[in-house]
T-cell receptor, first 115, second 115 residues
Framework: AQSVTQLGSHVSVSEGALVLLRCNYS??????LFWYVQYPNQGLQLLLK??????LVKGINGFEAEFKKSETSFHLTKPSAHMSDAAEYFC?????????????FGKGTLLTVNP | DAGVTQSPTHLIKTRGQQVTLRCSPK?????VSWYQQALGQGPQFIFQ???????QRGNFPDRFSGHQFPNYSSELNVNALLLGDSALYLC??????????????FGPGTRLTVT
């Protein structure tokens, strides 16, 4: 079985500050890991994905995440927050091997960016 | 290139009724997955369709059923609606296991309210 734990249901940062959203996973097989963003009243948009290549993954909008097997973590970071980053962020895990495997999501972290 | 589309956008039903939600996958995709996102929660996997068959199923009762058509579009049916079925229902499309893209593309969702 696979699971995801997102530490902190709500993170608040100032514009221009570092964004750090935490994700820890549990998986009995090598995982694929994903970060999705959800803006109000919209579906999910993929930010980045880890699929067993480079452990440091760069995504859209300046976000990146590092896969740390020893820590079973896949934290999302952005050096400088922008007002437009305010949204809900979801970490997800699937079995490796293809896009046909179901995604298991965390409960999400709401990011607030203060001016 | 049209992305994943879902209809209707919003729906209000009464307890005990039945509902059908529709999804058209992204062009070129042949696999459709359905997720339920309750308020304040991460999406939960309901089931996945490929080649017009249910390939995987999450922990949802038989009241939840689906169908995939030859053009890869899909329907989600829920019978005997309960208040707890109120949620955002998300459709995601992807390529079959032989595809090289390890991504599921999400639609905007259908907001179902059961009164």
């Amino acid at each position: 079985a696979q699971s995801v734990t997102q530490l902190g249901s709500h993170v608040s940062v100032s514009e221009g500050a570092l964004v750090l959203l935490r994700c820890n996973y549990s998986s009995s097989v090598p995982p694929y890991l994903f970060w999705y963003v959800q803006y109000p009243n919209q579906g999910l948009q993929l930010l980045l994905k880890y699929t067993s290549a480079a452990t440091l993954v760069k995504g859209i909008n300046g976000f990146e995440a590092e896969f740390k097997k020893s820590e079973t973590s896949f934290h999302l970071t952005k050096p400088s927050a922008h007002m437009s980053d305010a949204a809900e962020y979801f970490c997800a895990v699937s079995k490796s091997g293809g896009s046909n495997y179901k995604l298991t999501f965390g409960k999400g972290t709401l990011l607030t960016v203060n001016p | 290139d049209a992305g994943v589309t879902q209809s209707p956008t919003h729906l209000i039903k009464t307890r005990g009724q039945q509902v059908t939600l529709r999804c058209s996958p992204k062009s070129g995709h042949d696999t459709v997955s359905w997720y339920q996102q309750a308020l304040g929660q991460g999406p939960q996997f309901i089931f996945q369709y490929y080649e017009e068959e249910e390939r995987q199923r999450g922990n949802f009762p038989d009241r939840f059923s689906g169908h995939q058509f030859p053009n890869y579009s899909s329907e989600l049916n829920v019978n005997a609606l309960l208040l707890g079925d109120s949620a955002l229902y998300l459709c995601a499309s992807s390529l079959a296991p032989t595809g090289s893209s390890y991504e599921q593309y999400f639609g905007p969702g259908t907001r179902l309210t059961v009164t």
